[in-house]
């Protein structure tokens, strides 16, 4: 089956550093879904991206959606504690049910 | 709008024993899907339904049954409690016209 994987599992930074994860699907996605999941909280969805090398920027996040549409990425700009969770992407294989990756957790030092 | 709402938030179960975990939403969303997520884990899919009456089994389904009687409620029935089911649970549902999940806040859930 379909697999969505999520690179790293893990990342530590100081306040004000960037941050990026990546998520890479085994087959070609319709389109790619973020959500974000506060410590003790549920996933969010932040953002949908659905067309070949599309970008979408909401504040400090930058999505982008890679031209074959089997890979996707979240950059953050300069973080900010609020920042602090688990960013997952997830992606639809056709009309089935969205398959999540396990997720990026991101911790902020102030 | 209350969206999606789970019962309970938190439960200890003894082995063997059995619950049904509640999730009702009131946005009049067709697709409803039931995730659990272990520590440091992504969302694993159990259980979903695309209307009420219709119900299929998702990646990990061993263990769990749901029913899907009217379009606002989706429970999660756990028979013989194991404490390879300790988990948190969450509840989503989605509209037809898009993808995009909504989740309930979640039911903790361990079974010691």
């Known amino acids: 089956g379909q697999q969505v994987m999520q690179i790293p599992q893990y990342q530590h930074v100081q306040e004000g550093e960037d941050f990026t994860t990546y998520c890479n699907s085994s087959?070609?996605?319709?389109?790619i879904q973020w959500y974000k999941q506060r410590p003790g909280g549920h996933p969010v969805f932040l953002i949908q991206?659905?067309?070949?090398?599309e970008v979408k920027k909401q504040k400090r996040l930058t999505f982008q959606f890679g031209e074959a549409k089997k890979n996707s990425s979240l950059h953050i700009t300069a973080t900010q504690t609020t920042d602090v969770g688990t960013y997952f992407c997830?992606?639809?294989?056709?009309?089935?049910?969205?398959?999540f990756g396990k997720g990026t957790r991101l911790s902020v030092i102030a | 709008n209350a969206g999606v709402t789970q019962t309970p938030k938190f439960r200890i179960l003894k082995i063997g024993q059995s619950m049904t975990l509640q999730c009702t939403q009131d946005?009049?969303?067709?697709?409803m899907y039931w995730y659990r997520q272990d520590p440091g884990m992504g969302l694993k899919l159990i259980y979903y339904?695309?209307?009420?009456?219709?119900?299929d089994k998702g990646e990990v389904p061993n263990g769990y049954n749901v029913s899907r009687s009217t379009t606002e409620d989706f429970p999660l029935r756990l028979e013989l409690a194991a404490p390879s089911q300790t988990s948190v649970y969450f509840c989503?549902?989605?509209?037809?016209?898009?993808?995009?999940?909504?989740f309930g806040a979640g039911s903790r859930l361990t079974v010691l």
């Open positions: 339904s695309v209307g009420a009456g219709i119900t």
């Open positions: 989503a549902s989605r509209s037809g016209g898009a993808n995009v999940l909504t």
């Open positions: 087959t070609t996605l319709s389109n």
């Open positions: 997830a992606g639809p294989p056709g009309n089935t049910p969205l398959v």
């Open positions: 946005m009049n969303h067709n697709y």
């Open positions: 991206l659905v067309k070949s090398g």
